[in-house]
């Protein structure tokens, strides 16, 4: 009889045990549940997890990057994607909620530009599907864009001044040198390096 109820004892302290191991799990799970669902919405970017070309999770950054209407803020909403879809512009032969990596960036109807990667979902129960990042880099190409520009036209006026111009280092060596002065010096645009020579002479060169 004792022994019985030595075994009953054990028994209830390994069922006892086994749930606190369990409850502590379970609630391990649910503080990293929290954290991921915390990071998810805080990010930036507008994050989609699509299963079956349907949007099965989102932030609340991809609502906004889509100026979504409050009516279709809920990620399973089955007109969610064709709202999205329709901001792309006919040139982009790509679905923007498709699991293709290329391409990188898609033009909107409106003039902006996103910057889209994607990464495939795979586990043990995960359902297959990707999770997509949209992120709106309109400002960051239209400012490379006017960079550029500026760097042309202020390469074009220095190569097409009536005068001769160069652009050299603090030692002497020229670095670059327009048309003009090339002209004026009798020097062909490879012999750029011989140009310091011929501006400043034998004696400054030394």
């Known amino acids: 009889k004792h022994r019985a109820q030595r075994q009953l004892h054990e028994t209830n302290l390994r069922l006892d045990l086994a749930k606190i191991t369990l409850e502590e799990r379970a609630l391990a799970l649910s ?29 609340r950054g991809l609502f906004e990057l889509w100026r979504t209407p409050e009516d279709l803020t809920e990620a399973g909403d089955p007109r969610l994607p064709a709202w ?14 498709g699991s293709a990596r290329a ?21 043990e129960g995960v359902a297959p599907g990707h999770l997509i990042s949209f992120r709106d880099v309109t400002r960051q190409r239209r400012a490379a864009a ?18 001769g111009l160069a652009i050299a280092e603090l030692g002497g060596a020229v670095l670059l040198a327009n048309t003009r002065l090339l002209e004026i010096v009798g020097l062909a645009r490879s012999e750029l390096a011989t140009l310091r020579s011929a501006l400043v002479g034998d004696e400054g060169a030394e």
């Open 31 to 59: 503080r990293s549940h929290a954290l991921l669902h915390a990071a998810f919405e805080a990010t930036t970017a507008g994050l989609a997890v699509v299963e079956g070309g349907a949007v099965k999770a989102a932030n």
């Open 84 to 97: 999205i879809r329709a901001h792309f512009g006919q040139r982009e032969r790509v679905d923007p909620l």
């Open 103 to 123: 391409p990188s960036e898609l033009g909107l109807r409106d003039g902006r530009v996103v910057e889209r990667a994607v990464w495939p979902l795979a586990g």
């Open 146 to 163: 006017a960079l550029r520009e500026s760097e042309e036209r202020h390469r074009a006026l220095f190569e097409n001044a009536p005068v």
